[in-house]
């Protein structure tokens, strides 16, 4: 059995880990098992029976599609949030240099230096996002 | 893989979701089932019923849930929703027409 699950595990080696993979690996192995079992009783030897369940198992391509078009719509989801956030966090940020600028030292106007610096985070997520859409 | 089970591969998430109509049922029960009503004739490829449980769960014709223990496992059962019950039904009725269809060209030769 230990070869079964072997083969399932290198089945799944490339596809990125989550917990809908485990839950899915999961499955195939024991229903692989039960395969195994019944191929077993049927009079075949185990070794016989895995390399049956194996090669009837077929081509995993198809699956790791269903998984990847899952997967999508969400990371899209993801790089609007980052944006939104950078923007609204740089703009805090910005308003910080700009009140201590004012308030401590109103005669030497520096708070344009680190705002550029700033400005970084927010173009950087802006394109991400552009890439996405 | 002939072309006969090249039609039929179009029509799986129909022929599963009917198997699973019928009672909750789990993978390999489900692949056994179709082996043994076609008396051999057609066999499922794992890999593809494993493709069309994600593929009908997306669309929320079916759920699941684990079920009772096998070797020390437990079993992922699936049942068809209402939404699912609905889809199978139009699937049904489009597969009479179609056939009706193609039957006028394909029979009385």
Known sequence: MKKLKKHVDKLFSDVPDSDEKEVLKQEIYENLQEKVQDLIEQGKDEEDAINKAIVEFGDIDEIKMELVVTKNPLRKNNTKYNLGFSIWGSLLIISLFVFANFYYTPDNIWFVYPTFVVLWWPSVMFYYWRKTR | ?109
């Open chain 2, 1 to 109: 893989m002939n072309i006969r089970s090249d039609i039929i591969r179009g029509h799986l998430d129909a022929i599963i979701l009917r198997l699973i109509s019928e009672k909750d049922r789990y993978g390999y029960e489900i692949s056994k089932e179709i082996t043994d009503r076609t008396e051999g004739r057609f066999q499922i490829k794992e890999a593809t019923l494993y493709a069309v449980f994600q593929r009908l769960h997306r669309k929320e014709l079916i759920e699941s849930y684990f079920g009772s223990v096998s070797h020390g496992g437990k079993r992922k059962y699936y049942s068809i929703t209402p939404l699912g019950r609905a889809y199978l039904s139009e699937i049904v009725k489009e597969w009479q027409e179609a056939k009706n269809i193609i039957d006028l060209f394909m029979e009385g030769l």
